[in-house]
Every structure is written in structure tokens, then in C-alpha cells.
């Protein structure tokens, strides 16, 4: 079964940066879709980012485009999020996700908090 296991997150100032991490585990990724979504308090979850293993196309939200950067390491079956130009908006609980044509599979999540 697939295994996702976030890292990376904490407290950082605005205009600072952090990188997740998700590592995938349980599967061959290569037809598959990764995913960062987030979710603050009293908020639904939304869409940041998504990459295709394969091609390594990818997709972004417009409120992260130009700031965050989604990316895969094929050898280390993990996948990025670098985040730079963090905002106070941007604090929420991020989840890494995975799929073929829905999005299956989910982390646990890793909390950012970003202060003003």
C-alpha cells in the first residue's frame, strides 16, 4: 500500500522559505500524480501544487505561482515543496497526496505557520 510521510514544516517568518518533504513508499510512482494541498483553520482543503512522476509536469494555484516550486527526486522516491515569499496567508496544515486519476492517497500532514 501507498505510504506518504510529510516533513519539513514549522515556524517561519514572512518572507522566509521552507521545503517539504514527502516521502512515498509502496508502489512504483511512475504513472502517478503527487500533490501538495493545504488547509487552514475553519478553511477547506485546497489545492497548492501537483507534479506527474513521469513527466514531471507541473501545476500550481494562482496565490503560490511564482513562490513555490513543486518537484520529484526519482532516486530518493521523494517529493518537494519549496516554498519561498511565505506569507501569513500561507499558514496552514499541508498535506502530500497521490493518485492515478483521484487523489487516493494522503499524509498526515505537516504544519506551517507563518508569522507577520
Known amino acids: 500500500q501507498v505510504q506518504l510521510v510529510e516533513s519539513g514544516g514549522g515556524l517561519v517568518q514572512a518572507g522566509g522559505s521552507l521545503r517539504l518533504s514527502c516521502a512515498a513508499s509502496g508502489r512504483t510512482f511512475s504513472n502517478y500524480v503527487m500533490g501538495w494541498f493545504r488547509q487552514a483553520p475553519g478553511k477547506e482543503r485546497e489545492f497548492v501544487a501537483r507534479i506527474r512522476w513521469g513527466s514531471g509536469a507541473t501545476s500550481y494555484v494562482d496565490s503560490v505561482k511564482g513562490r513555490f516550486t513543486i518537484s520529484r527526486d526519482n532516486a530518493k522516491n521523494t517529493v518537494y515543496l519549496q516554498m519561498n515569499s511565505l506569507k501569513p496567508e500561507d499558514t496552514a496544515t499541508y498535506y502530500c497526496?497521490?493518485?492515478?486519476?483521484?487523489?487516493?492517497?494522503w499524509g498526515q500532514g505537516t504544519q506551517v505557520t507563518v508569522s507577520s
Open positions: 497526496a497521490a493518485g492515478i486519476t483521484t487523489w487516493d492517497n
